[in-house]
């Protein structure tokens, strides 16, 4: 198996990476190295993948990978993905998410890749007050990511359509877990409170969002490149919707701090309630099912991150220029 995996030094991707590398793949990664990606996730491997530091919306360049790599296949994880930076500075989210994904497809076209697999997101169906969403249900984006989100995800389907690109489609919900970065909720709740510093929460924290481990959103995607239908849908979630502020509350008590560090600031207007998926097309198409439970997922993910913490303070200058900017006091 050759396979092509675009934002395989971000959180997700890297965690593909490492585990298509174990599994004896050719690797090669295409990353531009932003902010959000880092090659000490991918250390372990290092040596046996092809890394190019390169950005997706360079066609030149990329085609000249496709030229000399030939792959089979491509995972595109490769995003800005911010949902609240999309709102202050969307337009990189709509060169990155959308023409770079163009250019993907094109690409694959060009080179003939037996799948592409496109990694797209649960927050393309917007907000839902009760029950959940399948992927029949029309896409109603309500932020500037989610509009790039849904528009990757419809060229997509266009391709496949109009021109029989074999893509598989997969819209995930929130997924956590080791080497995500501080930027959300997660892991800003850990490294602020390890800071004992204020934990910003938008509103009153009663956003409810759905929540996958990280090794289980992988293993799903792995199963969907083995055995997902070319030009269908399909969501990957976990069915567990928990508020932010259960969350944030959840983790200062396993690092024994006191609620006091939680500090609420003004929503952001048009913040969506709630987003709840229907995930029963993978599981029958692919046996697939999540074996971590979300306390055992947060109970891991506080381990891990208290055990690498020089990781996790490592970008702080940017993260603390990133919150100045979102969480703004009353
Ligand atoms: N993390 C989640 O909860 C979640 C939920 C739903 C969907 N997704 C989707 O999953 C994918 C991976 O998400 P993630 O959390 O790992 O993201 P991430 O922000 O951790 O990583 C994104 C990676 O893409 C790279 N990248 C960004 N712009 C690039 C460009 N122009 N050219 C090449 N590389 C570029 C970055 O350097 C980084 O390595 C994204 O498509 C995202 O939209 C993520």
């Not at 992988?218 to 979630?237: C, F, P, Q, S, T």
């Not at 008590?253 to 609420?264: C, T």
């Amino acid at each position: 198996m050759k396979v092509l995996v675009t934002g395989g030094a971000g959180f997700i991707g890297s965690d593909f990476v490492r585990l298509a590398a174990r599994k004896g793949w050719k690797v090669i990664v295409v990353d531009k190295l932003t902010y959000a990606g880092d090659m000490e996730r991918l250390k372990p491997i290092q040596d046996r993948i092809d890394f190019y530091n390169v950005d997706i919306l360079d066609k030149l360049e990329l085609k000249k990978i496709f030229e000399k790599q030939r792959p089979q296949t491509v995972l595109h994880f490769a995003a800005e993905t911010n949902i609240d930076k999309s709102v202050i500075e969307p337009s990189i989210f709509m060169e990155t998410n959308i023409i770079g994904t163009i250019y993907l497809l094109e690409l694959a076209n060009e080179f003939k890749v037996e799948k592409f697999i496109n990694i797209t997101s649960y927050e393309e169906y917007g907000e839902i007050k009760e029950g959940e969403r399948d992927e029949d249900c029309p896409l109603n984006p309500r932020s500037p990511y989610a509009v790039s989100k849904a528009s990757s995800d419809m060229l997509g389907q266009v391709y496949w359509r109009a021109l029989k690109l074999p893509v598989v489609t997969v819209r995930l919900c929130s997924i956590y877990g080791p080497w995500q970065n501080p930027e959300r909720l997660i892991p800003m709740t850990i490294l602020k409170a390890l800071r004992n510093e204020q934990i910003p929460i938008y509103g009153t924290g009663d956003i409810i969002r759905e929540w996958l481990y990280l090794c289980d959103c992988v293993r799903a995607i792995l199963l969907l490149l083995e055995k997902g239908k070319v030009g269908e849908v399909y969501n990957v979630g976990s069915g567990e919707r928990f508020t932010v502020i259960e969350i944030v509350k959840r983790i200062l008590k396993m690092l024994d701090k006191p609620e006091s560090l939680i500090k609420f600031v003004p929503d952001r207007p048009g913040h969506e309630k709630r987003f709840a998926i229907n995930s029963e097309k993978i599981k029958n198409t692919t046996g697939w099912a999540p074996t971590t439970k979300f306390e055992l997922g947060l109970r891991a993910t506080v381990e891990w991150n208290l055990s690498n913490r020089t990781w996790l303070f490592k970008k702080l200058f940017y993260y603390e220029d990133l919150w100045s900017r979102l969480y703004k006091e009353e």
